[in-house]
């Protein structure tokens, strides 16, 4: 059933299919429709559509061909050259083929192309601003896109109304509707002698007539002879007449038209004019006289169609090649190339070119000639004295520009919701564009910092203002309200965001226009600042105003200050060119809270303000500096820099300032740690002499102030003791079954046996022979060496197959073997076990004994009756304890060995993690016997890698490090 509104669309489709076979329209909602539909009734409508359209195919080809519509690239459909007409093949109507246009896939594409109204006008106006901007080299010479391709404007002739002053002639044909007592529709062609047949009339001779004057006439000829007939008179199918395309055309040749075209009609059925045609002269010749001159240019221009004459046929449309032209470029509204006419003045050419853009400068036009000796000339003139300026074919007309600059503005740029352009007025402040925190500043805005941007004096130089907008707001009108300049730039900053990016277009100016020996007015500021950069040097700062341009000193994540107020260095630049360095230090706690303080240096110039943090190395910061003063030194001089070493809170090199002393370089490097061992320090003194260098040491005292107020020299290193063992903490860590398992801390040089003893000894169900100790310092160096096992291997697996044609690989059978080999190399990881024989230790053997490092674990299993088989058997598994068993017992146990097991390097992982290999004469007798807790490991047979000798060690290694971490976690278990 299908609903009403199925109904509707199925009768719209129709309808269209009927009308329009080659193309589908709907509506927007019919569309809507459409495709709200479930896939199996939209496919069946369509289908419907499908077989309307085949039905209407015939219909649409004869009507097609009746009408000689072929469209053709450059040709106006309906209207074809006369040698085109006659190759035209008619079409069968049953052949349900669509009429040429495009695809659904190209309508698709279309579709998807289709840009709206604004889209287009806004593409237009950037090409039209864009063409100020081009050169003559990039024009295009004016009008010729007009007729240029495929016409789609052109109306065919049984559409449009018949101009006046039209006469009739042989092959038109005359429509004569009667009315009355009869009732006729005539459709009556005028014959080659000029008359037409009306029935009961015989023929009547029209030819010549106007429309007005045969209406007239026919109608006053059948009222005489029909009583009681009203006659309507009109024209139908109008004769097509030959006319000749020659010259610069783009497809000459002779085209059939309308009668009633025009030469604007027959340029575009031809596809328009050639670059090299004339616009300007085309003319039309009718029995070898020329009758017009048409002028495009006031068709295009001035919408003139007085030279536009009807054509007759037998007219020949003559395109000469164009002679004169001029490139018009920059401010103009047109820019392109023209054909010159009559008057080739600079005053026409600009009115060719649409006129003066309103940024145009009329007194900066140039031309640019070829003089007949192949030499450029350029012409500077004024548009106001030079209007009658004669041009010449080829000259180069371009219209300068004014320079389009605002003036009498101010700009807000930054944190604020009205950033923008604002008119400036005479002695306005600030607090006219800033006077609302909620309405003017982003909740983001750094409150305590902004800046002013002017550009004043001739040059318009570069000049910076601090302000702040907290105070802007709170004290409107005073001095903390500063008063605006013209085309002056407030910047507003985001609170926790750098300031470099809004203010390098600043620094780029301050960078430029120097002289040679001139320094930028720039300062640097680096550390524990909230945003470290490079900034502007405003006029009478300081080391506090810079700091503050840099957001203040820097906080840690408990909003403390995370800065050394106690110790900062500012570097300065001196002698030529600023290339020698000198280190002044200062008190960034002084400086910032008492500006007029001497620590609160003025800066000049380049200078490097450094903020040290109180946690992190200071290294980071000094070393441009001390790179500096270690380069360009002369014979024997040494550098300016001292070093410290030890106990200290930042350890490193530091620049020697003059009058430095040990106290001094003590507090450049943070003061002494809780760990300084202030009895005695050393410090290295290095003296260079014509022949060596000599070194000498000097005991200091870092408690005697006679030795703290020592001067040092440069390259001096003071090393700073430390107590020994101060806050040393050591622990091992006993696990399973001892009395009381945990963590101890020991002291240098105690025992396992010790320890063991602390913890109250082992339990009743403890197995002192299964004990798994481990260090961690043995576990890396394990760990080192397995990496570097693992690496051989592959490296060795890598470069085992066959090396030329027809050699045979090294590696039998499929690749399963060396994929399991490096499966386990992968997977294995070192323990850091460390075998020892505990109940040895226990008995009072101080040879067993083990001295204690930190980090050291044991881990003391309970009682086992496990025997573990693993490797290359069948079934790996644990059994039972049984003393009568032997090895190959329990290998049969697991099912034997597997097809790829090693029986000659068949060994024994024992319970204390030692390894025997039993013997190899007799394995299977009970010569080797088993015991709790131990481990047989049946390896993989690598015996088909035979030229790979390091394999079998690897995998040794793997089975042993993989074993033996597998037995800890089954004693911890």
């Known amino acids: 059933m299908i609903r009403p509104y199925l109904k509707t669309l199925l009768v719209t489709l129709a309808l269209i299919a009927a009308q329009h076979a080659s193309a589908l329209t709907l509506t927007?909602?019919?569309?809507?429709?459409?495709?709200?539909?479930?896939?199996?009734?939209?496919?069946?409508?369509?289908?419907?559509?499908?077989?309307?359209?085949?039905?209407?195919?015939?219909?649409?080809?004869?009507?097609?061909?009746?009408?000689?519509?072929?469209?053709?690239?450059?040709?106006?459909?309906?209207?074809?050259?006369?040698?085109?007409?006659?190759?035209?093949?008619?079409?069968?109507?049953?052949?349900?083929?669509?009429?040429?246009?495009?695809?659904?896939?190209?309508?698709?594409?279309?579709?998807?192309?289709?840009?709206?109204?604004?889209?287009?006008?806004?593409?237009?106006?950037?090409?039209?601003?864009?063409?100020?901007?081009?050169?003559?080299?990039?024009?295009?010479?004016?009008?010729?896109?007009?007729?240029?391709?495929?016409?789609?404007?052109?109306?065919?002739?049984?559409?449009?109304?018949?101009?006046?002053?039209?006469?009739?002639?042989?092959?038109?044909?005359?429509?004569?509707?009667?009315?009355?007592?009869?009732?006729?529709?005539?459709?009556?062609?005028?014959?080659?002698?000029?008359?037409?047949?009306?029935?009961?009339?015989?023929?009547?001779?029209?030819?010549?007539?106007?429309?007005?004057?045969?209406?007239?006439?026919?109608?006053?000829?059948?009222?005489?002879?029909?009583?009681?007939?009203?006659?309507?008179?009109?024209?139908?199918?109008?004769?097509?007449?030959?006319?000749?395309?020659?010259?610069?055309?783009?497809?000459?040749?002779?085209?059939?038209?309308?009668?009633?075209?025009?030469?604007?009609?027959?340029?575009?059925?031809?596809?328009?004019?050639?670059?090299?045609?004339?616009?300007?002269?085309?003319?039309?010749?009718?029995?070898?006289?020329?009758?017009?001159?048409?002028?495009?240019?006031?068709?295009?221009?001035?919408?003139?169609?007085?030279?536009?004459?009807?054509?007759?046929?037998?007219?020949?449309?003559?395109?000469?090649?164009?002679?004169?032209?001029?490139?018009?470029?920059?401010?103009?509204?047109?820019?392109?190339?023209?054909?010159?006419?009559?008057?080739?003045?600079?005053?026409q050419a600009i009115k060719l070119a649409g006129g003066l853009r309103a940024e145009a400068d009329p007194s900066k036009i140039q031309i640019s000639r070829l003089r007949p000796d192949s030499k450029r000339t350029l012409l500077d003139l004024n548009f106001a004295n030079s209007k009658n300026q004669q041009l010449v074919n080829g000259d180069t007309l371009r219209i300068g520009k004014i320079h389009d600059r605002l003036r009498g503005s101010v700009e807000v740029r930054g944190a604020s919701p009205i950033s923008g352009t604002y008119q400036w007025q005479r002695g306005m402040r600030l607090s006219r564009l800033l006077n609302n925190r909620d309405d003017h500043l982003n909740d983001d805005a750094d409150l305590d910092f902004g800046v002013i941007v002017s550009r004043t004096g001739e040059n318009f130089d570069v000049s910076l203002r601090r302000f702040t907008p907290r105070d802007v707001i709170a004290q409107s009108g005073t001095q903390a309200d500063p008063i605006l300049k013209e085309r002056d730039s407030v910047l507003l900053f985001k609170d926790g965001e750098s300031r470099q990016g809004m203010l390098e277009p600043v620094l780029g100016a301050f960078r430029q226009g120097l002289n040679i020996d001139e320094l930028p007015a720039l300062v640097s500021v680096a550390g524990a600042v909230r945003h470290p950069g490079t900034y502007p040097l405003l006029e009478n700062h300081s080391i506090n105003d810079m700091i503050h341009f840099a957001g203040g000193v820097a906080r840690g994540n408990n909003s403390l200050v995370s800065a050394d107020l106690e110790f900062g260095m500012l570097i300065r630049r001196q002698g030529?060119?600023?290339?020698?360095?000198?280190?002044?230090?200062?008190?960034?706690?002084?400086?910032?809270?008492?500006?007029?303080?001497?620590?609160?240096?003025?800066?000049?110039?380049?200078?490097?303000?450094?903020?040290?943090?109180?946690?992190?190395?200071?290294?980071?910061?000094?070393?441009?500096?001390?790179?500096?003063?270690?380069?360009?030194?002369?014979?024997?001089?040494?550098?300016?820099?001292?070093?410290?070493?030890?106990?200290?809170?930042?350890?490193g090199s530091y620049p020697l300032l003059p009058g430095t002393t040990v106290r001094d370089l003590l507090a450049y490097a943070g003061g002494l740690t809780n760990a300084s061992y202030q009895l005695e320090a050393e410090l290295i003194r290095q003296r260079l002499t014509a022949q060596r260098a000599e070194s000498e040491l000097v005991k200091l005292e870092l408690q005697n102030p006679d030795h703290q107020s020592l001067t040092l020299q440069p390259t001096d290193r003071i090393h700073i003791k430390q107590i020994p063992d101060l806050n040393l903490q050591q622990t091992v860590t006993l696990e399973g079954e001892v009395n009381f398992p945990g963590t101890y801390t020991i002291r240098r040089g105690e025992t396992l046996a010790q320890v063991i003893e602390r913890a109250g000894g082992l339990t009743e169900f403890a197995y002192a022979k299964g004990a798994v100790f481990t260090r961690e310092r043995l576990r890396e160096q394990e760990q080192q060496r397995l990496n570097e096992a693992q690496r051989r291997l592959r490296r060795d697996l890598a470069i085992s197959g066959p090396q030329s044609p027809g050699e045979v690989d090294t590696v039998e059978g499929d690749d399963e073997t060396v994929i399991r080999v490096l499966d386990q190399v992968a997977d294995a990881q070192a323990v850091g076990r460390l075998v020892i024989d505990l109940p040895e230790l226990l008995a009072g053997n101080t040879a067993r004994d083990v001295r204690l490092q930190d980090g050291d674990t044991l881990t003391i299993p309970e009682i086992s009756q496990a025997v573990s088989v693993m490797g290359e058997v069948q079934f790996a598994t644990s059994h039972l304890h049984d003393a009568t068993?032997?090895?190959?017992?329990?290998?049969?146990?697991?099912?034997?060995?597997?097809?790829?097991?090693?029986?000659?390097?068949?060994?024994?992982?024992?319970?204390?993690?030692?390894?025997?290999?039993?013997?190899?004469?007799?394995?299977?007798?009970?010569?080797?016997?088993?015991?709790?807790?131990?481990?047989?490991?049946?390896?993989?047979?690598?015996?088909?890698?035979?030229?790979?000798?390091?394999?079998?060690?690897?995998?040794?290694?793997?089975?042993?490090?993989?074993?033996?971490?597998?037995?800890?976690?089954?004693?911890?278990?």
């Open 28 to 347: 927007p909602e019919q569309q809507r429709q459409l495709d709200a539909l479930p896939e199996s009734q939209r496919q069946q409508l369509m289908q419907q559509y499908q077989q309307a359209k085949r039905s209407q195919g015939g219909a649409n080809e004869t009507s097609g061909q009746s009408q000689q519509q072929v469209p053709q690239e450059g040709k106006q459909p309906g209207v074809v050259p006369l040698g085109d007409r006659v190759q035209v093949a008619p079409q069968t109507s049953g052949s349900g083929a669509s009429q040429p246009g495009r695809s659904e896939q190209g309508e698709d594409k279309e579709e998807k192309e289709e840009k709206t109204a604004e889209q287009i006008l806004k593409e237009e106006y950037r090409k039209w601003r864009a063409a100020s901007g081009l050169g003559s080299d990039d024009l295009l010479p004016f009008g010729y896109e007009m007729f240029a391709g495929e016409p789609t404007s052109f109306v065919a002739s049984s559409d449009a109304p018949v101009p006046v002053g039209y006469r009739v002639g042989p092959g038109d044909e005359i429509r004569v509707l009667l009315t009355g007592r009869e009732n006729q529709d005539l459709s009556l062609t005028v014959s080659r002698s000029g008359t037409i047949e009306i029935p009961q009339v015989g023929p009547v001779n029209v030819h010549g007539k106007t429309l007005e004057e045969l209406r007239s006439y026919l109608q006053g000829l059948i009222r005489e002879r029909f009583i009681g007939v009203e006659s309507f008179v009109s024209l139908g199918e109008l004769r097509s007449i030959s006319v000749f395309l020659t010259g610069e055309s783009r497809n000459p040749g002779v085209y059939s038209v309308s009668a009633f075209s025009t030469l604007s009609h027959a340029l575009s059925v031809s596809g328009g004019i050639k670059i090299s045609g004339s616009l300007r002269n085309i003319r039309l010749i009718r029995n070898g006289e020329t009758v017009s001159h048409f002028d495009l240019y006031d068709l295009m221009l001035a919408g003139d169609r007085g030279a536009d004459l009807q054509l007759e046929s037998g007219d020949v449309i003559f395109i000469p090649a164009a002679s004169q032209r001029v490139s018009v470029s920059g401010a103009v509204v047109r820019p392109a190339v023209y054909e010159l006419g009559q008057k080739n003045t600079l005053e």
């Open 576 to 651: 030529e060119l600023g290339r020698v360095p000198q280190a002044i230090r200062y008190n960034p706690g002084n400086a910032l809270n008492n500006p007029n303080s001497s620590d609160n240096l003025p800066v000049q110039e380049m200078d490097r303000i450094l903020v040290f943090s109180r946690t992190e190395n200071r290294g980071n910061l000094l070393e441009p500096l001390l790179e500096e003063l270690r380069q360009n030194l002369l014979p024997g001089q040494q550098p300016t820099v001292v070093s410290i070493t030890g106990a200290v809170r930042h350890p």
């Open 885 to 973: 068993l032997s090895i190959r017992d329990y290998i049969n146990r697991s099912g034997g060995l597997a097809f790829q097991a090693d029986e000659q390097r068949i060994y024994v992982i024992k319970a204390d993690g030692s390894v025997t290999v039993p013997n190899q004469s007799r394995w299977f007798g009970r010569t080797n016997p088993v015991e709790p807790g131990d481990t047989i490991v049946v390896p993989l047979n690598l015996s088909q890698l035979s030229s790979i000798e390091l394999a079998k060690d690897v995998s040794q290694i793997i089975y042993q490090v993989a074993l033996g971490a597998a037995a800890v976690r089954s004693f911890r278990d």
